[in-house]
């Protein structure tokens, strides 16, 4: 039977996971990054959750300045509180929606676009949500700079394949292809763990991989 208690915790944890959010230096609601100077940003991942797989890009590649993009504030907190223990000063948390991306990213200034294991959205219906789709590949596009690239991790193969599908049609040059990346000879960069891959990969699934340049540069007023 459910204890109410339980509910007033959860309520109270997440709460306080929102307030860690809220106070942490390196964490942006979409308007206050919107208020601050451009910022140059080299990576950028999308539906990044902890922030977890930012962090580790941020410690990596230290002269990099990474973004790490989320609707879910109490969840990025998680990498925010891992960066700030290790004292690092080139990763930044900003709760916004991925059709946001345009808004918060200077065009033609990313080197790299992360998506690490959006959410599929299974039903055809929902298939405009998937961030794979031709209205989202058009704002990695725009972001990107020239010689820039998108790479895409998933463990679902019919999202991976459908995905696949939208990038040929669209243009986009395959550079690198893996069906599984850890089995692979791909670089290490290619195979830091999200929070969810680990738990994953520990119930058998493999990681999808690949990374894909935009037809063109993308064509925008400075």
Not at 71 to 99: I, M, P, T, Y
């Amino acid at each position: 039977m459910l204890n109410p208690d339980d509910f007033i915790i959860t309520r109270k944890r997440k709460k306080y996971r929102f307030a860690l959010f809220a106070n942490s230096p390196l964490c942006f609601e979409y308007d206050e990054w919107r208020a601050q100077p451009p910022q140059p940003i080299s990576y950028v991942e999308i539906g990044a959750g902890t922030g977890l797989f930012s962090t580790q890009l941020a410690a990596r590649n230290p002269q990099a300045q990474v973004l790490a993009l989320d609707v879910k504030g109490d969840r990025l907190q998680v990498g925010a509180r891992q960066a700030e223990e290790q004292a690092l000063s080139n990763v930044r948390f900003v709760r916004a929606r991925a059709d946001q991306l345009s808004e918060l990213i200077e065009p033609g200034h990313a080197q790299a676009v992360w998506l690490t294991f959006p959410d599929p959205f299974p039903k055809h219906r929902s298939a405009g949500r998937r961030l794979t789709h031709p209205h989202f590949l058009a704002q990695y596009q725009q972001v990107l700079a020239p010689g820039g690239a998108l790479y895409l991790k998933h463990d679902n193969p019919s999202f991976f394949a459908w995905s696949l599908e939208q990038l040929v049609a669209a243009g986009w040059h395959i550079q690198e292809l893996s069906f599984d990346l850890h089995e692979s000879s791909l670089p290490p960069e290619y195979k830091l763990l999200t929070t969810y891959e680990r738990r994953w990969l520990n119930q058998g699934l493999v990681t999808h991989f690949v990374k894909a340049a935009p037809p063109t540069r993308p064509s925008y007023n400075p």
